[in-house]
T-cell receptor, first 111, second 116 residues
């Protein structure tokens, strides 16, 4: 799986959009970009994933650059409950291997 | 759908005793389950891959005789920490991989182990 790089921490005001970047310059053509988050003392929670098109679901939007070397996870209206560590993971579809978690980005949403 | 449970959610045990943690996929079958360990302020680290009906595959540095994994059915994997010591205190998380579709991984809520 390709390596990813994320900023260690970010702050966001409640109600504002949180934009979390991820670099994955060595991504291969068959690899997807996945985002998970982990709220303190809980198991990781799936957020969204995409291959090359932008994706949106009830939790977030995923914007992938045209060259696929980077992406941004957008939480459109951050709440205090969105405070968590966010992990960007690149992996091939139907991979039989475990997800490998890097250090992620610790997002703090402030009142 | 795609719910994974763990039991217990937390456990305190004395040094030298053994502790068993259960991981269940509640609404899907999982031939493969994964066990992770997470120390404070660190990321999840993969310990082992558990395959139904066969021996688990351990990551480098993880003692297979200390962390016993059994995956006897398509919905249950267990991790037994044998002769636990305080340095084994950690947050243990399992995940189960669905066998259909994109074979996504779903995570359990974790088990907090404290060894005194």
């Amino acid at each position: 799986d390709a390596k990813t790089t994320q900023p260690p921490s970010m702050d966001c005001a409640e109600g504002r959009a949180a934009n979390l970047p991820c670099n994955h310059s060595t991504i291969s053509g068959n690899e997807y970009v996945y985002w998970y988050r982990q709220i303190h003392s809980q198991g990781p929670q799936y957020i969204i994933h995409g291959l090359k098109n932008n994706e949106t679901n009830e939790m977030a939007s995923l914007i992938i650059t045209e060259d696929r070397k980077s992406s941004t996870l957008i939480l459109p209206h951050a709440t205090l409950r969105d405070t968590a560590v966010y992990y960007c993971i690149v992996r091939a579809a139907n991979s039989g291997y475990a997800l490998n978690f890097g250090k992620g980005t610790s997002l703090l949403v402030t009142p | 759908g795609a719910v994974v449970s763990q039991h217990p959610s937390w456990v305190i045990c004395k040094s030298g005793t053994s502790v068993k943690i259960e991981c269940r996929s509640l609404d899907f079958q999982a031939t493969t389950m994964f066990w992770y360990r997470q120390f404070p302020k660190q990321s999840l680290m993969l310990m082992a891959t558990s395959n139904e009906g066969s021996k688990a595959t351990y990551e480098q540095g993880v003692e297979k005789d200390k962390f016993l994994i059994n995956h006897a059915s398509l919905t249950l994997s267990t991790l037994t920490v044998t002769s636990a010591h305080p340095e084994d205190s950690s947050f243990y998380i399992c995940s189960a991989r669905e066998e259909a579709g994109l074979r996504e991984q779903y995570f359990g809520p974790g088990t907090r182990l404290t060894v005194t």
